[in-house]
């Protein structure tokens, strides 16, 4: 997914979508659960189709971690004066914006691995008993927390980025919610996507959204393999709550798009090398591979 280039900075905005980083409920958490419930799972072969399902939520996981980094990237982008030296305060304006001075001060004007109150990500985020109802369920009510966040986080900023990112994580998230609602009720017979969705605003109601439903985004799992997860099918089947269009699993990979180039900040020493150096020194490894 594409996010907007060339938009004005927002640290305030950046701190927010921290949130769906490092949060309880954020990407970190959904990548590490599901990754550590995959490399753990007893009994695999007995349940090899609910293995396949968070096999491949995991490996989209991944890509939203990326994904929520490059955000941040591009709120805090341009916040810094071109060719200010260090003597005219420069990191001035991002100091007094409301976003998090650690990005600044000891990252790179970038993503940090913390909520949206500088808190770091934990490992005890990650919730892995071994039983399999107990995980379906957990992971169910961590995606329902992972869109609360982002529904928060889209309703505290305009800024396009934010809004770009939080409508496609909706539209997706929502999917994965789904997914495990109906792998319980696949385990347990009980009729788990009646809850949904929560909270209790469909995607219809965010226009982000529409441009990922009418690729069918809303409905659709991908297996993020050639030759793995073949058995996702067996659980992922039925028709969405929301509009009664077939769940489907599609082969490979999500598209990407590739990732903004940043430009460097000579006056807090990003990269710190002369750029004409670089990038000769770039195009002599280029050349020997």
């Not at 399999?132 to 369920?137: A, E, K, N, P, S």
């Not at 770009?164 to 009729?191: E, F, M, N, P």
Request: with cysteine; net charge negative.
């Amino acid at each position: 997914m594409d996010l907007p280039k060339n938009t004005t900075p927002d640290p305030a905005a950046a701190a927010a979508v921290q949130e769906l980083m490092g949060g309880r409920f954020g990407e970190m958490s959904t990548l590490n659960n599901y990754m550590h419930q995959s490399f753990t799972m007893r009994g695999r072969d007995a349940i090899i189709p609910f293995y396949d399902l968070v096999s491949s939520i995991m490996a989209e996981e991944l890509g939203h971690v990326e994904l929520v980094s490059a955000a941040i990237n591009l709120l805090q982008n341009g916040g810094e004066p071109e060719g200010a030296k260090v003597s005219d305060a420069p990191l001035e304006k991002l100091n007094n914006a409301g976003g998090l001075r650690h990005q600044f001060i000891n990252n790179g004007n970038s993503a940090l691995v913390t909520d949206a109150g500088g808190k770091p990500w934990q490992g005890d985020y990650v919730f892995n008993s071994g039983n399999l109802v107990l995980d379906m369920l957990h992971n169910f009510f961590l995606e329902s927390g992972a869109r609360m966040g982002k529904l928060r986080v889209y309703e505290c900023s305009n800024h396009p980025v934010a809004k770009r990112l939080c409508g496609y994580l909706l539209c997706r998230g929502g999917v994965h919610q789904l997914a495990y609602a109906v792998a319980l009720s696949k385990i347990t017979g009980v009729d788990v996507p009646k809850m949904l969705p929560i909270p209790d605003i469909k995607l219809d109601k965010i226009p982000e959204c529409a441009e990922f439903i009418e690729k069918g985004l809303h409905r659709s799992l991908y297996r993020f393999s050639a030759n793995d997860y073949k058995n996702i099918e067996a659980v992922f089947n039925g028709t969405h709550p929301d509009d009664g269009l077939p769940l489907e699993v599609r082969e490979g990979t999500m598209p990407g798009h590739p990732l903004a180039d940043l430009p460097a900040v000579p006056s807090s020493g990003i990269p710190s090398y002369n750029m004409d150096e670089l990038r000769e020194m770039s195009a002599r490894l280029m050349k020997n591979m």
